[in-house]
């Protein structure tokens, strides 16, 4: 009985070949709405103006988690998609079942080593095998603000903690919504990543949040960082709880509120309402994070497929890979490319920003993997983080409580 | 008496009717205004948007594609599961042997398994079969989770069915196939539409095995409408959603208010009294 | 010759015996596979240490202890116990409430009947972005009833983590109440005429006859409502990711909720197949003495 059930076991881990057929290829993503699925279409056409048929297939929610549920039934079904876009660890998770493609062959011959920044190789690749085409990289460690509405309040741009938190009162007394935020746990999260920098910098968010030192975990830092959650938890208004991101985002356009705390994927809401940057809204660094990057990338992770079927992938790589479409996607996504060789014209005020941000921090060492983001650890760790995080500002917890909980949490999803 | 029914009657409508008049308010409308206010402009453009240019995927094809997909699965699914399930209820009401009772109640059962944990081995064994990403195969799994509902109704119902003439039927020489197709199933209307309705609406509305086992080709409505209303950026278009919404869920209102008479009857008959 | 046809009606015989058990094996078949086979792999699954796909290694009772010790399933065990007991309670009693009055020979029948059933057509995937919307308190009932000019209105329920448990019964007995309300109107219209007149003769009327002489008769709907609704609100999942997700915070984690989220999205599917191990036996208690019950006496006949 044991052995039968054993054999079925890892059967399903076992590597599966798709049927799929030649100069077509799959794409399991969760970019359904306007911008996003318009940018992608700029993908399909440019591959199908080289011949090869785009299938679409979306699935979207929870930010891509329904997608995830999706990979697994089709991987163990044996029928996986050419590619899926897929986020940090999770990409690492695949790769360890041994489900994902080979295209260090194409990365050689295009110098990808080259032109994409260690870190986020960190996830393209595994083991030094290139098995992902990465499409940009976004940067949760940014502040989005009404511009006419700080004018108003004679507000300029916060440099320091302290001023960012007297800025916040000065909203607070006009009586607009001074932080827009949407309760949910990868929100607050998102909030947490940049808390994290700024009270102990680089070296120490590297310790808690990715090497996960219970010693770092449980300092005197630490309770300063959720003490920090806790003032910031003062600025929310009384229906933040279960708000889309987007619509926290309105909230800062519509000049109901001041700040928001987000990764740059917000400032394709401001676009999309027509605002532009320096005029209508401002983006700038989390107060006291000015000189890290704290990053995580959609990348596109090829999977094992028949051998016919190959070809078609690769075209499909190459072309994600494409610096046009790095151009032209990341344009209306928010995101900077992720090759470090397009030039920053074209891009917008905030773009260039992001640009050289990225590039300054590639060298400086200070490109680091968000946690909220899926880029600090794995799936079961993100989650636990969240939990307590969560809890935490909601009140459930207070800081030294959640320092014990987060302790042991953590311990159990290693 | 009939204030208490009516406001009840009103409490089950609010939804649709709110869903209804803000899918016929333009945006701003619904952004600016009241969710209980009638629409000042009228518009039909949410209803055209969702159901043929809303943007799904890459392509902005609306709900209508996936509509026939939707078809393609269910009728099938609720035909065979209904066949399979009148064929059960028929042995286990009228052909007894030992241990028929325990057959039952495992059939029965498998009504309250929930779905989540059979997706990872459904998928595996789908793929055995070389099913993965049919049509076919997704047929399959809806009908293998509807046996033990239509088994249940058939088999409640046709216990009740008078022995007797089963019994002067056989007298006769009718064999099992004549006394199933002279006898019981043109007695069967209204258990049948309890079956359709139930099983109709199951598969119809499923969401979770649609996602999971479809292919490109066969992806049903409801993940084209979790696509409509859960992207995660860009100004959610409310009226659009509500549109879709409705849309999705218009063939299973029609079934329900066309066999919904039958639906009580058979519940009466069968259902119920197990 | 002879022996030849003895032998083929021997045979005919044989078959038809066979004929019936034969006419249940291809569902007994898929069900053995679909749903016997895959509960005994998820309750191996539960002593594995499998995390994003299924793995054989076997770490005996971990995911157990571990499960009991994670306070969100407490968490969720202590919502469901909230979320079933009101769910089923004012699920049957609306439901019996309408199927009475409905009883009365309303000559509006035809019309209601379909109204109060047409929620159960509908997945929350469809009513889900209503009552999120609805409930809000930004966009939804509390700003009409605001823009109204009632100013001091105020219903924040989904944004209350004490309250939010609420806002998901509501959209529940929305969802279900009108199928138990048609149960009980069966039930009642299949009621003995006779026992009833017989009654009202010996002066039984409104409220007594009911409670005395009606309800006692309807013990079988209450028992075939309430499986039904307990195997619902085990099952809740839908519901609760169209209305809060699970939120505020873990107001309104559910153990489905749970499963599902340590399954698929936490990489931690060993934790999820014990969950769903707890909940399938938490299932199994109430069902099998149910179907022991109703079903041990052998159809008549």
């Known amino acids: 009985m044991r052995t039968i059930i054993e054999r079925c076991l890892v059967g399903l881990a076992l590597i599966v070949v798709a049927p799929a057929r030649a100069a077509e290829v799959e794409v399991l993503h969760w970019w359904t709405a306007g911008g ?114 700080l004018d108003q309040f004679g507000i300029g741009v916060p440099k320091t903690w302290t001023e960012f938190v007297a800025a916040l009162d000065k909203v607070k007394a006009a009586g607009k919504i001074p932080l827009a ?72 356009i519509k000049g109901d509120a001041a700040f928001q705390i987000m990764g740059d994927w917000a400032k394709g809401e401001f676009l999309n309402a027509g605002k532009q940057p320096n005029i209508d809204f401002l983006c700038f660094r989390f107060p006291g994070t000015q000189d890290a990057v704290i990053f995580n990338s959609d990348q596109f992770v090829m999977f094992n497929v028949a051998r016919d079927a190959r070809p078609a992938q690769e075209q499909l790589a190459h072309a994600i890979m494409d610096p046009q479409f790095q151009i032209a996607f990341n344009r209306v996504k928010g995101s900077v490319p992720a090759r470090l060789d397009i030039p920053v014209e074209g891009f917008d005020a905030c773009g260039q920003q992001g640009m050289r941000d990225l590039a300054h921090a590639a060298r400086a060492g200070t490109l680091i993997g968000s946690l909220s983001q899926g880029h600090g650890a794995p799936a079961a760790v993100k989650n636990a983080f969240y939990d307590v995080i969560t809890a935490h500002f909601n009140g459930e917890y207070d800081s030294d409580e959640a320092i014990e909980e987060l302790l042991s949490a953590v311990a159990a999803a290693k | 008496m009939h204030a208490a029914l009516l406001l009840a009657a009103a409490w089950y409508l609010l939804p649709l009717i709110v869903l209804l008049l803000n899918s016929l308010k333009p945006l701003d409308e619904i952004q600016a205004g009241s969710v209980l206010a009638l629409p000042r402009e009228w518009t039909l453009a949410a209803w055209r948007a969702a159901w043929s240019s809303a943007q799904i995927g890459v ?200 066999a919904g008479r039958h639906f009580v009857r058979g519940l009466l008959a069968g259902a119920v009294k197990g | 010759m002879r022996e030849g046809r003895a032998l083929m009606s021997a045979a005919a015989g044989a078959l038809r015996a066979a004929l019936p058990k034969i006419v249940l094996s291809p569902s007994l078949l ?16 539960s002593f594995t240490a499998s995390k994003i796909l299924p793995v054989p290694d076997l770490v005996g009772i971990d995911n157990y202890v571990k499960l009991f010790q994670t306070r969100a399933w407490t968490i969720a065990l202590h919502n469901l116990a909230v979320f079933g007991t009101l769910y089923i309670g004012i699920g049957i009693a609306l439901g019996l409430g ?26 929350f995937i469809v009513t889900g972005t209503f009552w999120k ?13 605001r823009l109204l000019g009632w100013n001091d209105f105020s219903f924040g329920w989904i944004k209350d983590p004490e309250r939010a448990i609420y806002t998901l019964i509501i959209g529940a007995v929305w969802h279900t109440s009108g199928f138990v309300m048609a149960l009980f109107l069966a039930g009642l219209r299949g009621l003995d005429a006779s026992v009833l007149r017989a009654a009202r003769i010996d002066g039984a009327s409104g409220v007594r006859l009911y409670w005395y002489i009606v309800l006692p008769q309807l013990k079988p709907v209450f ?62 208690a109430v069902i099998v003495p149910y179907l022991y019950g109703a079903y041990r006496e052998r159809p008549r006949g």
């Open chain 1, 36 to 149: 996003e699925a318009a940018a992608l279409k700029v993908l399909k056409q440019n591959l199908e103006r080289q011949g090869v048929t785009w299938r679409d297939m979306p699935v979207a929610g929870g930010g891509g988690t329904q997608a995830m549920t999706v990979l697994r039934a089709r991987v163990t079904s044996g029928n996986p998609p050419t590619a899926v876009q897929m986020l940090g660890f999770d990409i690492r998770d695949w790769a360890q079942l041994g489900a994902v493609a080979d295209l260090n062959a194409l990365a050689e011959r295009n110098h990808w080593n080259d032109v994409i920044p260690a870190a986020i190789r960190e996830f393209s690749q595994y083991r030094g095998r290139w098995i992902a085409a990465p499409a940009n990289v976004h940067s949760v460690n940014w502040i989005w603000a009404n511009k006419p509405l």
């Open chain 1, 181 to 252: 935020h949407g309760g949910q746990p990868w929100q607050e999260a998102t909030i947490f990543d940049s808390v994290v920098m700024l009270t102990g910098g680089p070296e120490f968010y590297r310790d808690a949040l990715i090497k996960l030192e219970p010693k770092a975990l449980q300092s005197a830092m630490m309770r300063a960082v959720f003490e920090r959650m806790k003032v910031l938890r003062r600025y929310v208004d009384a229906n933040f709880s279960g708000r889309d991101w987007n619509l926290a985002t309105a909230l800062v």
């Open chain 2, 59 to 258: 392509e902005p094809t609306g709900l209508s594609p996936y509509f026939v997909n939707s078809l393609a699965m269910t009728l099938p699914a609720v035909a065979f599961s209904t066949a399979l399930g009148a064929v059960n209820g028929y042995v286990l009401s009228h052909w007894r042997f030992r241990g028929d009772g325990i057959v039952f109640a495992l059939i029965l059962f498998s009504c309250f398994i929930p779905f989540q944990i059979v997706l990872i081995p459904a998928a595996r064994v789908l793929g055995l079969l070389g099913l993965a990403g049919t049509m076919a195969g997704l047929v399959l799994v809806h009908v293998v989770y509807g046996i033990g509902f239509t088994t249940l109704f058939f088999r409640n119902y046709y216990v009740t069915f008078p022995r007797e003439l089963i019994h002067a039927a056989r007298i006769d020489g009718a064999g099992f196939g004549t006394i199933l197709t002279r006898i019981l199933l043109p007695n069967s209307l209204p258990i049948i539409a309890v079956s359709v309705i139930w099983q109709f609406t199951n598969v119809w509305n499923d969401f979770l095995f649609g996602a999971s086992f479809s292919d490109v080709d066969s992806q049903p409505m409801t993940v084209a409408l979790n696509n409509l209303v859960n992207s995660s950026t860009g100004a959610k278009e409310y009226n659009v959603h509500f549109a879709g919404a409705i849309l999705a869920g218009l063939p299973t209102l029609i079934v329900y208010v066309l």
């Open chain 3, 30 to 45: 898929l069900l053995a596979v679909f749903v016997y086979g895959f509960i005994l792999v998820t309750g191996y699954l």
């Open chain 3, 98 to 123: 309408l199927a009475i009055l409905l009883d009365q020979r309303i000559r509006a029948e035809g019309w209601l009947r379909p109204i109060y059933l047409y929620p159960m057509a509908l997945s």
């Open chain 3, 133 to 145: 919307w609805f409930f809000d308190p930004g966009i939804g009932l509390e700003r009409a009833l």
């Open chain 3, 223 to 284: 028992a075939a409502a309430f499986v039904i609704l307990l195997h619902m609100a085990i099952k809740s999942y839908d519901l609760v990711i169209a209305l809060t997700a699970g939120g505020p915070g873990r107001a309104t984690e559910l153990p489905a909720t749970f499963m599902y989220s340590y399954t698929f999205t936490r990489n931690q599917m060993a934790m999820g197949a014990s969950a769903a191990v707890i909940m399938l036996m938490t299932v199994a």
